[in-house]
């Protein structure tokens, strides 16, 4: 999708009526139309422009496929945002926080004589990440996960 917004190329609200679409179109066509304006070499760039735009809202399916993508754009730019401006954590900040206490694997002493090792129970063993990065807030990953997947059903 390009990065126009046809709403404000004609100048309406996102939630407008048809007569109102309609109006605003009309009445930016007179007001950039080629042949009022034969001085200007943009005119005819700002027509199509407005004519796609139209185009585009005048239709509800259209327009409704549009919402979602700027909606999408619009969120995908908010989550890029807070990403930025949140601070990034350091190797120090998080190892030094221990681990809570049920991400925590017990650990039992190991019985090489034992002939019953088959029985036992077996435990989750931890990675190596986790022994890395202790607890770090994944928050944030998540949701860029899920806005990844949701923008994939999309484009299907």
Request: glycine share 0%.
């Amino acid at each position: 999708m390009s990065s126009k917004n046809y709403y404000q190329i004609l100048r309406v609200r996102r939630n407008c009526s048809r007569d109102e679409l309609r109006r605003a179109y009309r009445a930016l066509v007179r007001s950039h139309h080629p042949d009022t304006h034969p001085d200007e070499l943009d005119a005819t760039r700002r027509l199509q422009e407005i004519n796609e735009a139209y185009e585009t809202l005048s239709d509800p399916a259209r327009q409704a496929e549009y919402d979602r993508q700027l909606e999408l754009e619009e969120s995908l730019e908010r989550l890029a945002q807070a990403r930025r401006s949140s601070p990034e954590p350091t190797r120090s900040s998080t190892s030094a926080r221990p681990m809570p206490q049920e991400r925590r694997a017990p650990v039992e002493p190991l019985d090489l004589d034992s002939d019953y090792d088959d029985y036992w129970p077996r435990r989750r063993r931890r990675s190596l990440l986790d022994d890395l990065i202790g607890d770090v807030d994944l928050d944030l990953d998540r949701q860029v996960y899920r806005t990844l997947r949701f923008v994939r059903r999309l484009l299907r």
